[in-house]
């Protein structure tokens, strides 16, 4: 906990470790409460200047400390709460400690905790300090030999690496021993120790060699492990694939755990999950779950290179394993549910959680310069923008130099811990670019606005157009670069058909346009008619982009575009001016119903992907809507859309009746992509009946959830229920919680759904499902369910004008700060765009922020974000 005003650790600050950590030996006497950790060190200077020895340590018991056999006594040495110091070490020489950890009581996940009854770890960031003394910084690779003690009640002792010997001890006791060849950082360590099913399978690799896999469960659960396990083995073959990447060990295992602060864990061969991203069948997950155990796995297996065979020199350098990593499982999921889909639901997921991150106080640039804690920092920022990122690099150099500068990036760092630079100077070098400038996309923090306008000469047939990028300022920077933006650019007729154009001499239907300074213009001739520009297809910059095209332009791309990211964007900015003007007092019925007309060609169109029309189908959200506008009014903004929703409804009410009657699953259950397709669009099409105030619309949801054979259904009607409301909706409630009251992972749906509730009521609501006797707050699952669920996916109730939904959210994040800091700190964020909204609404906002930043004992976590969020001034 705090105890004085924490300071910023700074990139600029950077040194090379004092003492490298060769080999390391680890013992566990695990016990819940008094776990013994003996850890053997081969410690040596690294440098010529001899300095004090100082290794970080937190929570720790020490029981002994000694240099080549011979204990140090207190005059050698000093133990505080964070650190080991020995002033005067040899400059290489052999550290034993012993330490005492109560993992029962650890209620942060952090470090050795235990969840269900098991022991497990966490360790990134900066929780291996929990555990024993050590240099806990990503640039000290070592090697790791591991012995695990325990009771022969937890079954299964598992780490990192091959299993090198195992056996019984007195006293009912047995022990094994673990060793991983590969140089790690200690964030990666892992333990399990536990009583738990596994579900066990091969796969043989591009070379030839066999690998075990197994997926560790808790007892009964290992046929729900079985989508995981196919999971696994397509991303294990698709990265021989496509990157080149083989897997390295003879084994590589995965573990499902309930109290689980992150989604997963890449420890290297022993994945951690948190369990709802593991298990998975038909009766208790969604389509969405399917998908993201898909990503999830494929993302965890594919850090075995980009984040454990090559690591982080510092965490400045978070999305070096991050943002590459994501990039590379939205490109295996891309391939494996369809690129224009996929695509679609990565923009969307940008949009949500990073450009608001980039439009308030708590704005960061990819590769941040400084931090108070590295907790705070595993954002969306250096996820998925950094992916972002890595597309923009691949679409600027090629496909075959991106890959030639990846296959240098994992020769030539392979085994070490590196920076971002190191990295784009492969793709310089294997491209024969100047990336100098395109470094400035990790170095500069917010969301370029991009304005497109244009001229066309009928005469002469040529398109003039016109580009301007300015990005807003940001805490710490005032003034903004130009970066350099790829533009991907084709051309409609008025028919919406596809435009062909010469560019340079050469007649292309596409091409990509970089705008590297302030503004540039660009010709393109043999332009034959008036043309309907497709600019940013595919999202080729995470950038906002405003043109001068005209709602008869989006039209024609709503029902033509051949690139499916830019008709679906046509629809969306169609629907976003539409709720936005009825929101600012201006109602454009005409224009409702004309998108309404226009949404119902694009459902009959017979040759559409039903996960594309479910996309279509679905309105802007209002997190998307008051992004667009500001000050932001959540409540106009609802009502706005509320109406709009009922407007598509009812103009739409039989074809949406054809389709929710049309695509009911009869056969068996798939969660592949076509079966998940048209589950998507059957339940879309309920979504918007609710809002069809025909008292039949009652009657056709209870139908759906009551009829339901798998939870995508059930769930879908349980969700139309709610928006509904009234007896059909609580009855619904009751049945479900009776249905799966044994099941945690599906009662946190039963508590998201309550969270999402508009009606009126939701606050006392959620109060009082804090007190219900299925709600624990330290479990991270139920809590983000309920609390963190109300907090970002209902605005109208958590905005309401009372402040009472901020008053609420502040004093979980008090509570919750007590013992879980890095949770406590995820819940802050709601909180932090108070400029966006109305004076009103942000003042009651900023106040409970400072309630929070005043707090007595508050964690480095939450303080951090709570006064970054109070500062005053964006660009100081």
């Known amino acids: 906990m705090r105890t004085e005003t924490p300071q910023a650790i700074r990139l600029a600050d950077y040194r090379p470790p004092a003492y490298l950590v060769d080999e390391v030996q680890l013992t566990f006497d695990l016990q819940p409460n008094t776990t013994r950790v003996r850890a053997k060190l081969a410690v040596r200077r690294n440098g010529e200047h001899a300095e004090p020895l100082r290794f970080n340590g937190e929570r720790l018991k020490p029981v002994t400390v000694a240099i080549d056999g011979r204990a140090l006594d207190e005059a050698e040495r000093s133990i505080d709460g964070e650190y080991l110091t020995i002033p005067n070490p040899p400059a290489a020489f052999t550290l034993e400690t012993e330490v005492e950890i109560d993992p029962e009581n650890n209620k942060a996940l952090e470090g050795l905790y235990m969840s269900g009854g098991r022991f497990c770890t966490q360790c990134e960031a900066e929780g291996f300090r929990k555990i024993t003394f050590w240099p806990d910084r990503p640039d000290v690779l070592s090697r790791f030999t591991v012995r695990i003690e325990a009771d022969k009640a937890f079954r299964h002792l ?4 091959n299993l ?6 007195p006293g009912g006791r047995h022990y094994a021993i673990w060793n991983d060849p590969f140089l790690k950082p200690c964030y990666l360590f892992a333990l399990v120790a536990g009583e738990l099913d596994v579900l066990e399978d091969k796969l043989v690799t591009m070379s030839g060699r066999t690998v075990d896999l197994r997926i560790y469960v808790d007892p009964g659960m290992a046929p729900r492990a079985a989508y995981a396990m196919d999971a696994l083995k397509r991303s294990m073959k698709w990265d ?3 990157f080149g990447r083989e897997y390295d060990l003879d084994l590589f295992m995965i573990v499902a755990v309930r109290d689980f602060n992150f989604g997963a864990m890449e420890n290297k061969g022993l ?10 069948d038909e009766k ?7 998908e993201r155990i898909e990503s999830v796995v494929a993302h965890e297996y594919f850090h075995n290179w980009t984040g454990d065979r090559i690591t982080c020199r510092d965490w400045f350098q978070l999305c070096l394993k991050e943002g590459l990593t994501v990039f590379r499982d939205q490109s295996f999921s891309a391939d494996m549910r369809g690129h224009a889909v996929q695509r679609i639901k990565d923009v969307k997921a940008l949009r949500a959680r990073q450009f608001a991150e980039d439009q308030g106080p708590l704005a960061h640039p990819v590769r941040p310069s400084s931090y108070m804690k590295i907790d705070n920092f595993y954002t969306a920022t250096i996820y998925e923008k950094g992916a972002e990122v890595i597309r923009m690099l691949k679409t600027l150099i090629g496909d075959e130099a991106f890959r030639a500068g990846m296959d240098l990036y994992f020769d030539r760092w392979d085994g070490h811990a590196t920076t971002v630079e190191a990295f784009i100077e492969c793709f310089a070098e294997a491209s024969g670019r100047d990336l100098s400038q395109f470094f400035a996309w990790y170095e500069q923090a917010g969301t370029p606005r991009l304005t497109l306008t244009h001229r066309y000469d009928e005469d002469a047939q040529t398109l003039t157009v016109d580009l301007k990028q300015a990005t807003p300022p940001t805490p710490g920077q005032p003034t903004k670069r130009p970066l350099p933006i790829p ?3 084709g051309l409609l007729d008025h028919e919406g058909r596809t435009l062909a154009f010469e560019r340079d001499g050469q007649a292309v239907d596409e091409t990509v346009i970089v705008l590297d300074s302030e503004t540039a213009s660009v010709t393109l001739t043999g332009v034959e008619r008036p043309p309907v520009i497709s600019a940013l297809r595919r999202f080729s910059a995470p950038v906002v982009l405003t043109t001068d095209s005209r709602p008869a332009d989006r039209y024609v791309q709503l029902a033509a575009d051949p690139d499916l990211f830019n008709r679906w964007e046509a629809g969306q900015e169609l ?6 003007g009825r929101a600012a007092g201006r109602p454009n019925e005409v224009g409702e119903e004309r998108y309404a007309d226009a949404v119902g060609r694009a459902l009959s169109d017979q040759a559409s992907d039903p996960a594309f029309k479910a996309l279509l189908l679905a309105l802007p959200s209002e997190q998307d809507l008051a992004l667009a506008v500001q000050p932001a009014d959540p409540a106009a903004i609802h009502e706005a859309r509320e109406a709009l929703r009922m407007r598509l409804a009812l103009h739409l009410n039989g074809e949406l009746r054809r389709l929710h009657t049309g695509l009911q699953d009869l056969g068996e259950f798939s969660p592949d992509a076509a079966g998940a397709g048209r589950r998507a669009l059957r339940n879309a099409a309920l979504d918007l009946l609710a809002a069809n105030p025909r008292s039949d619309t009652v009657e056709i949801a209870e139908g759906h959830y009551r009829a339901s054979v798998n939870m995508t259904d059930q769930i879908g009607g349980l969700s139309a229920l709610m928006l509904i409301g009234g007896k059909p909706f609580e009855d619904a409630l009751a049945d479900f919680y009776a249905r799966w009251k044994s099941e945690p992972l599906v009662i946190d749906k039963w508590f998201a759904v309550q969270a999402r509730d508009p009606d009126e009521g939701a606050l006392g609501r959620v109060m009082g499902l804090t007190a219900h006797p299925a709600f624990d707050a330290k479990n991270p699952n139920r809590l983000r369910a309920l609390v963190s669920t109300f907090a970002n996916f209902n605005p109208v109730r958590f905005h309401d004008p009372s402040g009472a939904g901020y008053r609420f959210l502040a004093d979980q994040i008090l509570a ?9 700190a995820r819940l802050v964020d709601p909180l932090g765009g108070w400029r966006r909204y109305t004076p009103e609404l942000g003042q009651l906002m900023k106040a409970e922020l400072a309630r929070i930043a005043e707090t007595k004992g508050l964690s480095k976590n939450v303080y951090e974000l709570a006064t970054r969020a109070l500062v005053e001034d964006d660009a100081d």
Not at 271 to 280: C, M, W
Not at 284 to 290: K, R
Request: charged content about 20%; hydrophobic content about 45%; glycine content about 6%.
């Open 575 to 580: 629907a976003r001016e539409l709720i936005l």
């Open 240 to 242: 021989e694939e496509a």
């Open 816 to 824: 919750v700060d007590g013992y879980n800091p890095m949770t406590a």
């Open 271 to 280: 994945n951690i999950f948190n369990s709802s991203l593991l298990l998975a």
């Open 284 to 290: 208790t997950a969604t389509d969405m779950d399917y």
């Open 158 to 161: 598992l780490s990192n690496g």
């Open 487 to 489: 533009v991907r650019l």
């Open 164 to 169: 090198m010997e195992q056996g019984e001890l």
